[in-house]
Nanobody, 119 residues
């Protein structure tokens, strides 16, 4: 089974930093793309950052320049470095990947990790 496990969330003051880690197992890591999503209370889940198997990255505008997604193919992990955090960044952050077997597409999600930005 493909499993994603997030860690690193917590409470941080505005302007502070956190580093989230997604540990991946059950799949050949080097070939998959991974995403970080977040969901704030009462809001839709939104895509924050993505990284391809080849290392190309993309970000949503609201966090561009503040967050960095990276991967470590030796450790099978994907990190989200979050700097200059704002209260609007408060959300549950989820690691995500999409797998395809024959014609069946499966979305795999981690359990989520809470990030709270507050003074």
């Amino acid at each position: 089974q493909v499993q994603l496990v997030e860690s690193g969330g917590g409470l941080v003051q505005p302007g502070g930093s956190l580093r989230l880690t997604c540990a991946v197992s059950g799949i050949m890591f080097k070939f998959i793309g991974l995403d970080w999503y977040r969901q704030a209370p009462g809001k839709q889940r939104e895509l924050v950052a993505s990284i391809t198997g080849g290392g190309s990255t993309s970000y949503t505008d609201s966090i561009k320049g503040r967050f960095t997604i990276s991967r470590d193919d030796d450790k099978n992990t994907v990190d989200l470095q979050m700097n200059r955090l704002k209260p609007d960044d408060t959300a549950v952050y989820y690691c995500h990947t999409r797998t395809t077997n024959n014609s069946i597409i499966s979305d795999v999600w981690g359990q989520g990790t809470q990030v709270t930005v507050s003074s």
